[in-house]
């Protein structure tokens, strides 16, 4: 790979970005416009023509699974060697290796996983009762507070400042807040937000680490710059130290985590904050279909608010694909068990497992999926690969993996040790689970020899330092080590199965086919969401989950959470939909203006169950997209009849029955005239004129016999 190979993959405006000169640089984009691929093209081009070293490159994102995304990206291009880190990752890094010098020899302290149960305790503290969902709008208060540099002393003011709505009386907030950090002091234990102050206190205040950080890190970039919270920008003006390489890219209209205290005015003040940036604004949208795009440029056209200032309208440079389908479901186990049926169908048609993601708004709705996708024996995997390395079963694998460095014979070859060492742990190559969580255990350890191959195939490694390309070794102990490096690094292979994922995990991702399930008012947006800005947020959310998709979108929600509750209403965001039930009578959701339509009594599909939108759905009583299991050799005797019929009557063939008729009636085989009135565009007319015919020919008769016999004759 060469500088030009690297740029020869851009267009006009993606490579001003990639070549800018050193300096600010800013990316202020759409979703699938080539954001995070300019920024990895500009890293690869700077580092391919020697312009700048790999190693002195810090490129931070929000997600481990971004992260993870980003660094293939990388490597593909012959960057593998950059950083690639979250900001929480990149800190813990930092704050680890300098600790001992810091804190007189002694240990980093330990990392409270989360907060709920020593906010609990300080709720308590302070006399405020706080159940289980007091404490966690608490822990959401004080992380706000903490992400936007706010004091517990300060609390009260910034709270109303920022329009919060917090869960108790800002006063008594406050005072939790306070006594939460003299517990956690007490119990010598920090949180996520105390490490990024550490890194940014251990700059600020130690001349000689700064020094050492800013030799190391030279050239920054950050992906998703729209979600930087104060406490993050503050570290990563720590690590620039007045310098300015720095390239962001974002999209405010993908402003995702306010409610944690981001905060989208760095980026779109960026510009302004450093004058002779080179400001780069990209539209066409190389991800999805034009059929998607449409969708998402009909969903964020409603927007209100800053973060709407910047909107662009996307425009798609993909060939045409499937309008994304809309499905009404009876209820949350109807809408699953069709979705896990419609993966089963991608799979048999070829879509890879890896290429679909089910997206839900809260992590609660994943177990429907589970269950559903176990049920079909779809594989499957839980929230992507982030925590893959803290997976039991993987722990347990790299602990056979280590003794077997011992057990085998040293020249075992690396694949076959790794599959050696998996089966003693009782995991068995060839005999695959058919679904459910032991599929997913299953293919975690199937992840890990796949790594393994890929490993034993590259011997060449990445340059290390300065020393230039090393051959790779490809012993066991090295494996091992290398499992070790990326765990550190949370750099999680890819896993075999359809990703379940919340929509804020799925942000800057994308899948050939992408479900967005639960799309109901209250669910999408949650009711908690009550102020315009919250309700924008959701909004937001929902364009971040379309523009996942790159072929096929399926957007879905159930009427009932169980069969027999109460009828609740679709999203609100969705604009192609009639508020207020099921009246609307389109299922292309792409580019549809919103006109007066005429109630008609609701008709499901007899298939999987979704009420029926389209008019032609309708007729057939089923969604188009559903299997039809329709008798061919009625229906062409119904066509040759019908084609004759029409002659006679000197009439096009449609006027006796449309094409959409005659394939309900050949799959619904109506024997009787109440079945035959059932089918949507029959009524008693035509079942007077027409009746006789069809009950005979379904009854197997053959239309030459039909000649002259109507059944009025
Ligand atoms: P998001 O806002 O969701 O993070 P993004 O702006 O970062 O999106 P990318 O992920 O970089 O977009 O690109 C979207 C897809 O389009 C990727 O598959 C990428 O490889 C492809 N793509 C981007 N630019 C081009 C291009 N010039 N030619 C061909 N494909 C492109
Ligand atoms: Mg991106």
Redesign the pocket.
């Known amino acids: 790979m060469t500088a030009e190979h690297v740029l020869a ?3 006009e405006d ?1 490579r001003r970005a990639v070549v800018a000169p050193a300096g600010p640089v800013c990316i202020l ?10 920024i990895t093209h500009r890293i690869a081009y700077r580092s391919l023509s020697g312009e700048i070293s790999a190693r002195h490159i810090l490129a931070v994102t929000f997600t481990a699974r971004a992260a993870g995304e980003m660094r293939a990206r990388l490597t593909s291009l012959g960057a593998g060697a950059v950083q690639t880190r979250t900001f929480h990752a990149a800190a813990l890094r930092q704050v680890r290796f300098f600790a001992p010098r810091l804190l007189d020899g002694r240990a980093m302290p330990e990392l409270l996983e989360s907060k709920a149960r020593l906010v609990a305790l300080a709720a308590a503290r302070v006399n405020v009762r706080a159940d289980r969902t007091g404490a966690r709008d608490l822990a959401g208060e004080i992380e706000w507070a903490k992400s936007s540099l706010v004091e517990p002393g300060e609390y009260a003011v910034a709270a109303a400042k920022a329009q919060r709505e917090p869960p108790f009386d800002p006063a008594k907030v406050a005072e939790v807040f306070g006594a939460y950090e003299s517990l956690k002091r007490g119990q010598g234990v920090i949180d996520f937000e105390d490490m990024l102050r550490a890194a940014v206190w251990g700059i600020e205040e130690h001349a000689d680490v700064a020094e050492q950080i800013r030799a190391q890190y030279r050239h920054f970039v950050v992906d ?1 710059y729209q979600d930087v919270n104060p406490l993050q920008q503050r570290l990563l003006e720590a690590w620039l130290g007045g310098r300015e390489d720095l390239t962001v ?1 974002g ?1 405010a209209s ?1 402003t995702i985590y306010s409610f944690t205290g981001a905060t989208s005015s760095y980026l779109i003040d960026f510009p302004r904050h450093r004058p002779g940036a080179v400001v780069v604004r ?1 539209v066409r949208d ?2 999805s279909t034009p059929q998607v795009v449409g969708l998402a440029n009909a969903v964020i056209k409603q927007a209100r608010g800053n973060e709407a200032r910047l909107r662009l309208e996307l425009v798609g440079q993909r060939p045409a694909g499937a309008e994304p389908e809309l499905k009404i479901f009876p209820d949350e186990v109807a809408e699953a068990t069709a979705v896990a049926r419609r993966c089963r169908e991608l799979l048999g048609a070829g879509t890879p497992a890896s290429e679909i993601a089910v997206l839900f708004r809260t992590n609660a709705q994943s177990e429907s999926y589970e269950k559903a996708l176990a049920e079909a024996e779809v594989p499957y995997v839980v929230r992507g690969a982030e925590r893959f390395f803290e997976r039991a079963e993987v722990r347990q694998a790299m602990v056979a993996l280590r003794s077997a460095v011992r057990s085998l014979p040293g020249e075992t070859p690396l694949v076959e040790a790794v599959v050696e060492a998996l089966s003693a742990t009782g995991w068995r190559r060839d005999q695959p689970p058919p679904g459910g969580h032991a599929r997913e255990q299953w293919e975690a350890l199937a992840a890990l020899v796949t790594l393994a191959e890929e490993y034993a195939a590259s011997p060449v490694l990445e340059p290390l330092g300065e020393a230039g390309a090393v051959q790779r070794d490809i012993s066991l102990a090295a494996f091992c080590a290398e499992l070790v490096r990326r765990a550190e690094q949370q750099h999680a292979p890819t896993l075999a199965g359809v990703t379940l994922a919340s929509l804020h995990s799925a ?2 991702l ?1 899948w050939d086919a992408v479900f967005v399930v639960g799309l109901s008012d209250g669910t999408l947006p949650t009711m908690y969401a009550k102020t315009p800005e919250q309700l924008e947020e959701e909004r937001r959310l929902l364009y971040v989950g379309v ?1 996942r998709a790159r072929q096929t979108l399926w957007l879905s929600y159930g009427q009932m959470r169980a069969s027999g509750g109460r009828a609740r209403r679709p999203c609100r965001f969705l604009p192609q939909l009639e508020r207020g039930g099921s009246g609307g009578e389109r299922a292309g959701a792409g580019t549809t203006s919103r006109k007066s339509v005429t109630r008609r009594p609701v008709s499901s599909c007899r298939v999987c169950g979704a009420t029926l939108l389209a008019g032609a759905d309708r007729k057939l009583g089923r969604c188009s997209t559903c299997p039809s299991d329709l008798d061919e050799d009625l229906y062409e005797r119904l066509r040759t009849w019908r084609a004759r019929t029409a002659a006679e009557q000197s009439v096009p063939a449609y006027v006796v029955f449309t094409d959409a008729t005659l394939v309900a009636l050949a799959e619904r085989r109506p024997s009787s005239p109440p079945e035959l009135l059932a089918i949507a565009g029959i009524g008693p007319r035509k079942l007077g004129q027409y009746g006789g015919a069809v009950f005979a020919l379904v009854a197997g008769a053959d239309p030459d016999d039909l000649a002259e016999k109507n059944w009025e004759n």
């Open positions: 993959g851009l267009d993606q984009a759409g979703a699938g416009t080539g954001k995070t691929r300019a998703e890219v999209d993908q990209l190389y991800r942000k800057g994308e523009t």
